[in-house]
């Protein structure tokens, strides 16, 4: 016996993709295919996860229950037949809007962020895709939603951490200040400059850095493969450093240097070091610890905002990449001025 799809205001029921395969009769040559080709990906998850991460293995899962729930609901007359079928494109079609209506949701609360249902859509054609190509179907990928940055805060936000990081590096002379002061006015100056994603600013290494003299003026960055471009070639990017930025990562690389001198064994070749009094002091940074230091910084910031009496909604946020997101996304609405 077949089940109907429910919007989430009909039931708090939340079932899993295994559970949305059965939405339909056993029978549905379609979910059959389906279910074959999902047991490829999960072999290969097991054995190859840089092939199929578990991320990707996850979102196809959740593609597959969708379609499960979408097919009793009306695709076509014969998107249950075969695999062929229900990746058709009117069967396509149907589903997307369903999906973007909020009909296959199985979470209790309906988001009604627009930014969150693009990025949903580009994950359903992505991998109705990959299910295509791995059946060896002919596929007439639909035409994706725009790539957009959800709202954040004003970038005037940075300043504030920036300012927090001055006013907390001006304790000291600069004889006395701690290495790990010295590399977090480095590392925000990069952030700023560049932009980085945790894991980019995590494998910097000293030689990605351009100097005129001893000072750093351009640094090679390279970008990470995010969501559809996972397997293409990272990309590096050449990218000049402001003035203030390249005079704080000399101060760095003269405390790296000492840094390393106390290391035994080979000298690392990353730009971005633990400092004192990490235990691991000389060793490359991970990007947990850098996440971890820029949340004790933007705390340290909402702790003084609080004092301020700052509304909620304008407080720093804790996030590394909300942050990023938020100076991106300023960047990117100043070039496009005219």
């Not at 010295?182 to 400059?193: I, K, Q, T, Y």
């Not at 070639?233 to 930025?245: K, Q, R, S, V």
Request: aromatic residues 4%; charged residues 25%; glycine residues 6%.
């Amino acid at each position: 016996m077949s089940s109907t799809a429910r919007h989430t205001s009909d039931s708090d029921d939340r079932p899993t993709p295994a559970a949305a395969l059965s939405a339909v009769p056993a029978h549905a040559k379609a979910l059959r295919d389906l279910e074959r080709i999902l047991d490829v990906f999960r072999t290969v998850n097991r054995k190859a996860k840089d092939v199929v991460s578990d991320s990707r293995l996850q979102q196809l899962e959740w593609v597959a229950g969708e379609l499960a729930l979408a097919l009793p609901l009306g695709l076509t007359e014969s998107a249950g037949d075969s695999l062929a079928e229900l990746l058709s494109p009117d069967a396509v079609h149907a589903y997307l809007l369903y999906g973007r209506g909020g009909y296959l949701r199985t979470a209790p609360i309906v988001a009604t962020d627009m930014t969150s249902a693009d990025t949903s859509e580009r994950i359903r054609i992505f991998c109705l895709t990959i299910i295509a190509e791995q059946a060896r179907i002919a596929f007439s990928a639909p035409d994706l939603p725009p790539w957009g940055l959800r709202p954040t805060v004003s970038p005037r936000k940075a300043d504030l951490i920036t300012g927090h990081l001055e006013k907390h590096a001006a304790q000291w002379t600069e004889v006395d200040r701690p290495d790990s002061v010295v590399r977090g006015l480095a590392m925000w100056g990069v952030m700023r400059d560049t932009l980085p994603r945790l894991g980019e600013l995590e494998s910097m290494l000293v030689e990605d850095m351009v100097l005129e003299g001893k000072t750093p003026v351009a640094l090679t960055i390279v970008r990470q493969p995010q969501g559809g471009l996972r397997g293409k070639m990272p990309e590096p990017e050449l990218l000049t450093l402001t003035g203030d930025t390249g005079r704080r990562i000399s101060d760095w690389l003269e405390r790296r240097t000492l840094l390393m001198n106390r290391l035994e064994g080979g000298a690392p070749r990353h730009l971005w070091l633990s400092a004192p009094p990490n235990p691991d002091a000389g060793v490359p940074i991970l990007r947990r610890g850098i996440s971890k230091w820029y949340k004790k910084t933007a705390d340290a910031v909402q702790k003084q905002q609080d004092k301020d009496k700052v509304p909620e909604e304008d407080l720093v946020p804790t996030r590394w990449e909300t942050m990023r997101r938020t100076l991106l996304a300023h960047r990117q609405a100043t070039a496009d001025r005219p």
